[in-house]
Nanobody
Framework: QVQLVESGGGLAQPGGSLRLSCATSGSIVSINSMAWYRQAPGKQRELVAVEFTGGLKHYADFVKGRFTISRDNAKNTVYLQMNSLKSEDTAVYYC???????????????WGQGTQVTVSS
């Protein structure tokens, strides 16, 4: 069964940096996209960044110039390098992978359980 394993969340100071990782466990034959979402209390879950197969990337306006998404295709892992963190970045961050699992024929969406990122002094 496909499972997403996240790491790197925690506490950072304003202006600091944090790097999130999300690795897939289990067998995925093909990945279409890997993305990061976040959800703060009282707000809807929102897309932060996504990288598609082939290297195309998209960032939400509120993180452009500060966050960088990258993928290690060999490891089926996606990273989110977060720099110049702001208190507004405080949220639960979720990894999402769209891919085809071994033994299955269709693309499916897999979510991580979320990791807390807190930006505070």
């Amino acid at each position: 069964q496909v499972q997403l394993v996240e790491s790197g969340g925690g506490l950072a100071q304003p202006g600091g940096s944090l790097r999130l990782s999300c690795a897939t466990s289990g067998s995925i034959v093909s990945i279409n996209s890997m993305a990061w979402y976040r959800q703060a209390p009282g707000k809807q879950r929102e897309l932060v960044a996504v990288e598609f197969t082939g290297g195309l990337k998209h960032y939400a306006d509120f993180v452009k110039g500060r966050f960088t998404i990258s993928r290690d295709n060999a490891k089926n892992t996606v990273y989110l390098q977060m720099n110049s963190l702001k208190s507004e970045d405080t949220a639960v961050y979720y990894c999402k992978v769209v891919g085809v699992a071994a033994g299955r024929g269709n693309y499916e969406t897999y979510w991580g359980q979320g990791t807390q990122v807190t930006v505070s002094s």
